[in-house]
């Protein structure tokens, strides 16, 4: 099979591909299509160019390596972002010692602001992105993976491990921190 016609195959195709017949080197196919893809993904939450990549590097390995127990109950292009967000995530826990529980109570809001009644359109985009700094990065990946990655509760369920349910819970809650650090931030401006 020519280069040209190796990479026009989708990833599940590819990931058939390497486990019936044993073709590992087309895994390099999804490791150059996702890359930077994960690179920036990573980028966003260490804020540093060569760890990034390291990081890339590593969860593209570690992809591969897991690859037997992707069973496509979601594309490979979510699956693999949650390995990323998984990855950071932890990283980030160990690193600054960041439990979610411990963050929410030293970051508890003043009051449950319903969201649904501030208009989000009006919000400013760079405000946002430095807004999303302050958030915890377990709300930053949730709202990511639902905005940015249009993962569906379902699949944020699997891939973080929680049910559909607590996801939802969890969404509300960054979202409702968003809007409230937002005017807290930037007012009415």
Same mark, same amino acid.
């Given at each position: 099979?020519?280069?040209?016609? /190796?990479? *026009?195959?989708?990833?599940?195709?590819?990931?058939?591909?390497? @486990? #019936?017949?044993? /073709?590992?080197?087309?895994?390099?196919?999804? *490791?150059? @299509?996702?890359?930077?893809? %994960?690179?920036?993904?990573?980028? #966003?939450?260490?804020?540093? /160019?060569?760890? !990034?990549?390291?990081? +890339? &590097?590593?969860?593209?390995?570690?992809?591969?390596?897991?690859?037997?127990?992707?069973?496509?109950?979601?594309?490979?292009? #979510?699956?693999?972002?949650?390995?990323?967000?998984?990855?950071?995530?932890?990283?980030?826990?160990?690193?600054?010692?960041?439990?979610?529980?411990?963050?929410?109570?030293? &970051?508890?809001?003043?009051?449950?602001?319903?969201? !649904?009644?501030?208009?989000?359109?009006?919000?400013?985009?760079? /405000?946002?992105?430095? %807004?999303?700094?302050?958030? *915890?990065?377990?709300?930053? +990946?949730?709202?990511?993976?639902?905005?940015?990655? !249009?993962? #569906?509760?379902?699949?944020?369920? +699997?891939?973080?491990?929680?049910?559909?349910?607590? %996801?939802?819970? @969890?969404?509300? =809650? +960054? =979202?409702? @921190? %968003?809007?409230?650090?937002?005017?807290?931030?930037?007012? &009415?401006?």
């Amino acid at each position: 099979m020519n280069e040209l016609i /190796k990479s *026009h195959l989708t990833d599940e195709q590819l990931i058939e591909k390497i @486990r #019936s017949e044993g /073709k590992n080197e087309l895994y390099s196919i999804l *490791h150059n @299509r996702y890359f930077q893809k %994960v690179k920036d993904k990573c980028y #966003s939450f260490l804020k540093n /160019k060569t760890q !990034s990549e390291e990081f +890339a &590097n590593d969860i593209l390995s570690k992809a591969f390596e897991k690859l037997e127990s992707f069973q496509g109950k979601s594309t490979y292009s #979510s699956w693999l972002y949650a390995i990323t967000y998984n990855t950071v995530i932890d990283y980030l826990r160990k690193k600054k010692q960041l439990h979610y529980p411990n963050w929410n109570q030293n &970051n508890e809001l003043p009051e449950i602001i319903d969201e !649904s009644d501030t208009e989000m359109a009006e919000l400013s985009y760079d /405000k946002l992105m430095e %807004v999303f700094e302050k958030i *915890h990065p377990e709300e930053k +990946a949730l709202l990511l993976m639902k905005y940015q990655d !249009s993962l #569906s509760l379902k699949e944020i369920a +699997a891939s973080l491990a929680i049910s559909e349910d607590a %996801v939802k819970m @969890r969404l509300k =809650r +960054a =979202r409702t @921190r %968003v809007v409230y650090l937002y005017f807290k931030l930037f007012g &009415n401006e």
